[in-house]
């Protein structure tokens, strides 16, 4: 017979039922040295783990939870929501050591994310109208696609990994950080400048199927390749003068002229991460 769900204030009990071991400590944290897995248990609310320290991963994916109110103090590793009804992440953790996920839920911004987060971030399939309240610095990817952002005011100042931002309503991108250690793609928004365009990207800089976009000032100084409806180039000497300016019109060489390892187009679509 199924025990009935915890007292969302006995955070020990639930962590017996749920067969999880556990350590209490004099101050009263309950420290757990493995992972906390909630997936999928049909949870319409997390019972009161504010005591308690993950040294691992705490996942909450695939349940009902419309807050992230009684989530664990702190997490070592990864921490997952993905897959709830969330209308803000107010409860999170304010540190989580990994990845921090919270793709397929309602959120129209980011206040109540951690701060700070060793991994990636992930926010993709939300309602998000605003970036405010993101952390401020990313150790690996953030991932804000498939959103109605208009403006990436509220992105964090440094993302050492990728930053992805297709599949919005952006004309500009002010807001972006200034540095970008893996690609930016920015690709089937609604650009009408690369205003705010970060200065420096490790890899792809991508801002094609961007109908509206006549040139390509303010483009990053730094890349390794820029793909664009006006051609793909892999530094600033191939970029023809006409497009350096506003107005610009003629295009220029394709992925395939110059020997990309694959066209935008198989690649801009990629799956979401997380557990």
Known sequence: MQRPHPSPLDAEQALQDWQIEY????????????????????????????????????????????SLKGAPRSVG??????????????????????????????????????????????????????????????????????????????APASVAGDFVCYDNLLTHLLGAPSVIGGSFWCENNRLATLEGAPLSVGREFRCHNNPDLTSLVHAPEIFKVLVSDLGVYRNWAQVPENIKAPNATAPAQTVQDIGVMQPASSIRRRAPKGP
Not at 26 to 43: P, R
Not at 128 to 144: I, K, N, Q, T, W
Request: aromatic letters at 10%; proline letters at 3%; charged letters at 10%.
């Open 77 to 154: 590793g990864n921490f997952s929501c993905n897959h709830n009804q969330l209308k803000d992440l107010q409860g999170a953790p304010k540190t989580v050591g990994g990845y921090f996920s919270c793709t397929h839920n309602q959120l129209a911004d980011l206040y109540g994310a951690p701060q700070n987060v060793g991994g990636g971030f992930w926010c993709a399939y939300n309602n998000l109208m605003s970036l405010h309240g993101a952390p401020v610095s990313v150790r690996g990817d953030f991932e804000c696609y498939a959103n109605r952002l208009s403006s990436l005011q509220g």
């Open 23 to 66: 350590t209490k400590r004099s101050d009263g944290t309950l420290f757990v040295a493995g992972d906390i897995n909630l997936w999928n248990k049909n949870l319409s609310q997390l019972p009161d783990l504010s005591m308690v320290v993950v040294q691992g991963n705490f996942i909450c994916d695939n349940n009902n939870l419309t």
